[in-house]
């Protein structure tokens, strides 16, 4: 069972999206990026199983029982695997905060969604693997919000996370400069 990939075109963000992204993105809290984080990783591994593959440590992948020199510190695999999930998905938060922090400058934003999906290319990430992210992030978000996760706030994730979608895909398949 495989991603599937459904056609996103951006939108442009407008500046009560912008505001309405930024008022959210607080009510998260930098504290809150670990368990945020492992919530994606865990709903993007359920959704779409094969971007498993694409870690590169076996132990991640595999779960087995066999160790290496970075697992000295870890107790067990499985809880090596715990963290290694935590920490990805931590910086996966961290990475969303800086494109919060420049949400209303489009170049910018751009040009960072260039730069990471440029970096992910190097990791054999594909377009659908991207998708992923959408299903995943507004999951997580629902689940950590609660009652604060309304409509206007995940229509202006939506709007936000349509234009990750697209210009990081641009850049995977190298359509972008």
Known sequence: MGCSQAKIEPEALTP?????????WKMVGREAYGEYGQRLMLRIFQKCPDIKALWQNPRVMNNN???????????????RW????????????????????????????????????NRHRGY??????????????????????????????????QRLINIIVARTNRALSGTEK
Do not use: C, Y
């Open 65 to 79: 029982a066999t160790t290496t020199a970075d697992d000295a510190d870890a107790p067990n695999t499985a809880n």
């Open 124 to 157: 054999e990430v594909k377009p659908e693997h991207i998708q992923a992210i959408v299903d995943g992030l507004n999951h997580t978000m629902e689940f950590g919000l609660r009652d604060k996760w309304t409509d206007n706030r995940q229509k202006s994730f």
């Open 16 to 24: 009560d999206d912008a505001r309405i992204i930024r008022e959210t």
């Open 82 to 117: 715990k963290m290694d999930l935590r920490n990805h998905g931590s910086k996966f938060f961290n990475s969303l905060d800086d494109l919060i922090s420049v949400v209303d400058k489009p170049e910018e934003l751009f040009k960072m969604l260039h730069d990471i999906g």
